[in-house]
T-cell receptor, first 114, second 116 residues
Framework: GDSVTQMEGPVTLSEEACLTI???????????LFWYVQYPGEGLQLLLK?????DKGSNKGFEATYRKETTSFHLEKGSVQVSDSAVYFC?????????????FGAGTRLAVHP | GAVVSQHPSRVICKSGTSVKIECRSL??????MFWYRQFPKQSLMLMAT?????????EQGVEKDKFLINHASLTLSTLTVTSAHPEDSSFYIC????????????FGPGTRLTVL
């Protein structure tokens, strides 16, 4: 079945460091791909998304490119801030069956220190 | 746009009682709502999907008689945990999609349930 694999955390960085969180997926067809962020004690917020191959989603300095050839959707940011500390979830919705199911990766915890 | 609220944000109840959690889409009509459960430091587990006006579809292993879901309107879905037990303690999160926002799920802030 469809699945999402994320790099294990936690990821610990100093402020202004570069961030990459790897995400790869297994799915038939062309799923839509998402990154969600969960701040401590809160629900998930949509960070960015891409719905077709080669699309780049971007928001708040984060970006991710839908790579069909490598089945990847890696999250990147050039300079992280302490306020970026959170858990990041990569997810997909299958191309078949409409948008009725989000399949999540396990989540990657990011800790940014001053 | 795309705001989803949940109420209550936290609830503590005694074992054996029932607890109702509300999920509302505030600025769009949610044709579909989803209920997730999240254990500490783990990912979200989809419990059920509900379409407005029809019965919910439960994921394998989720007891439909224990987790009652009602989606009576395009802006409101409720999850009732019946005869709660300590092992039901968890973070429950709803999401919604619909209308012009049909391709993305928007999440509520979650409800922390603690069963004593």
């Amino acid at each position: 079945g469809d699945s999402v694999t994320q790099m294990e955390g936690p990821v610990t960085l100093s402020e202004e460091a570069c961030l990459t969180i790897n995400c790869t997926y297994t799915a038939t067809g062309y799923p839509s791909l998402f990154w969600y962020v969960q701040y401590p004690g809160e629900g998930l917020q949509l960070l960015l998304k891409a719905t077709k191959a080669d699309d780049k989603g971007s928001n708040k300095g984060f970006e991710a490119t839908y790579r069909k050839e490598t089945t990847s959707f890696h999250l990147e940011k050039g300079s992280v801030q302490v306020s970026d500390s959170a858990v990041y979830f990569c997810a997909l919705t299958p191309s078949s069956g409409g948008y009725n199911k989000l399949i999540f990766g396990a989540g990657t915890r990011l800790a940014v220190h001053p | 746009g795309a705001v989803v609220s949940q109420h209550p944000s936290r609830v503590i109840c005694k074992s054996g009682t029932s607890v109702k959690i509300e999920c509302r889409s505030l600025d769009f009509q949610a044709t579909t709502m989803f209920w997730y459960r999240q254990f500490p430091k783990q990912s979200l587990m989809l419990m059920a999907t509900s379409n407005e006006g029809s019965k919910a579809t439960y994921e394998q292993g989720v007891e439909k008689d224990k987790f009652l879901i009602n989606h009576a309107s395009l802006t409101l879905s409720t999850l009732t945990v019946t005869s709660a037990h300590p092992e039901d303690s968890s973070f429950y999160i709803c999401s919604a999609r619909g209308g012009r926002l049909a391709d993305t799920q928007y999440f509520g802030p979650g409800t922390r349930l603690t069963v004593l």
